[in-house]
């Protein structure tokens, strides 16, 4: 040990005499000591809450899971609400052609209600009774078919018609034509005549109404017309 080194250390010594030196080493440590429990105190505080972080993630995470299952039920309930949508729409179309033939029956019903009294008596005598089920049936018999047709022509015919009633007797006409063809169990089918608006009149072809001029073309198609072999109900036409 050199000198200097010797005389530092006696210096050190005669310092740690001193009282005050030792008070003034003694708040040092005091105060080290105080920053390390300080220190030791802020490190289980944030031990503790990064416990309650993690505790909190977990909670979060196994919450994002169900919600994550849910979704998948709810897309799920989503498509199958979706296909059961689509099969009751379907359904419902189906109904609707169900029902559409009785609709139409229905509104030419309420329009033969509105027929004149001879009218009404001619056609009860014709469909055996006054009631829907009746004036279907008539649609079975082609005999009933073509008498049913030379009424509605001489209805057109006069010269006090009433155009409203006439196209309810035309309705009638084509919902009997539909009845045979679809009932008739030789299969038997009447086949309509195709009428061409606008194209000029043949009288081999077509009967035009008595307000019609005698050359022209065909306007409007006022009763159609159909044939089965040799039995032909001509369309009955306004030609202007």
Same mark, same amino acid.
């Given at each position: 040990? !050199?000198?200097?080194?010797?005389?530092?250390?006696?210096?050190l010594?005669?310092?740690?005499?001193?009282?005050?030196?030792?008070?003034?080493?003694?708040? $040092?440590?005091?105060?080290?000591? !105080?920053?390390?429990?300080?220190?030791?105190?802020?490190?289980?505080?944030? %031990?503790?809450?990064? %416990?309650?972080?993690?505790?909190?993630?977990?909670?979060?995470?196994?919450?994002?899971?169900?919600?994550?299952?849910?979704?998948?039920?709810?897309?799920?309930?989503?498509?199958?609400?979706?296909?059961?949508?689509?099969?009751?729409?379907?359904?419902?179309?189906?109904?609707?052609?169900?029902?559409?033939?009785?609709?139409? &029956?229905?509104?030419?019903?309420?329009?033969?209600?509105?027929?004149?009294? +001879?009218?009404?008596?001619?056609?009860?005598?014709?469909? #055996?009774?006054?009631?829907?089920?009746?004036?279907?049936?008539? +649609?079975?018999?082609?005999?009933?078919?073509?008498?049913?047709?030379?009424?509605?022509?001489?209805?057109?015919?006069?010269?006090?018609?009433?155009?409203?009633? $006439?196209?309810?007797?035309?309705?009638?006409? *084509?919902?009997?034509?539909?009845?045979?063809?679809?009932t008739?169990?030789?299969?038997?089918?009447?086949?309509? $005549?195709?009428?061409? &608006?606008g194209k000029?009149? *043949?009288?081999?072809?077509?009967?035009?109404?008595?307000?019609?001029?005698?050359? #022209?073309? &065909?306007? %409007?198609?006022?009763? !159609? #017309?159909?044939?089965?072999?040799?039995? $032909?109900?001509?369309?009955?036409?306004?030609?202007?």
């Amino acid at each position: 040990m !050199n000198e200097i080194q010797t005389s530092l250390k006696c210096i050190l010594c005669e310092l740690l005499k001193d009282v005050e030196v030792q008070e003034n080493i003694r708040k $040092i440590v005091r105060s080290n000591h !105080n920053s390390t429990e300080e220190f030791q105190w802020r490190m289980k505080e944030l %031990e503790r809450e990064k %416990e309650i972080l993690y505790h909190q993630l977990e909670e979060v995470h196994m919450e994002c899971e169900m919600l994550h299952e849910k979704c998948k039920k709810l897309e799920k309930e989503k498509k199958e609400l979706q296909s059961a949508k689509e099969e009751i729409g379907k359904q419902l179309q189906n109904q609707k052609k169900e029902f559409e033939p009785l609709e139409e &029956i229905s509104g030419i019903w309420q329009g033969m209600l509105k027929l004149e009294k +001879g009218q009404k008596s001619y056609l009860r005598n014709l469909c #055996g009774s006054w009631d829907i089920k009746s004036f279907v049936a008539l +649609g079975k018999d082609k005999n009933g078919i073509k008498q049913l047709w030379n009424f509605i022509r001489d209805e057109i015919m006069t010269s006090n018609r009433k155009m409203e009633q $006439i196209r309810t007797l035309a309705k009638f006409f *084509d919902l009997c034509i539909e009845v045979y063809n679809n009932t008739n169990l030789r299969k038997e089918r009447y086949e309509k $005549i195709n009428v061409i &608006i606008g194209k000029e009149y *043949d009288s081999r072809k077509y009967i035009k109404t008595s307000e019609s001029i005698v050359n #022209g073309a &065909i306007q %409007e198609v006022v009763l !159609n #017309g159909y044939h089965i072999q040799e039995d $032909i109900m001509k369309p009955i036409v306004i030609v202007r």
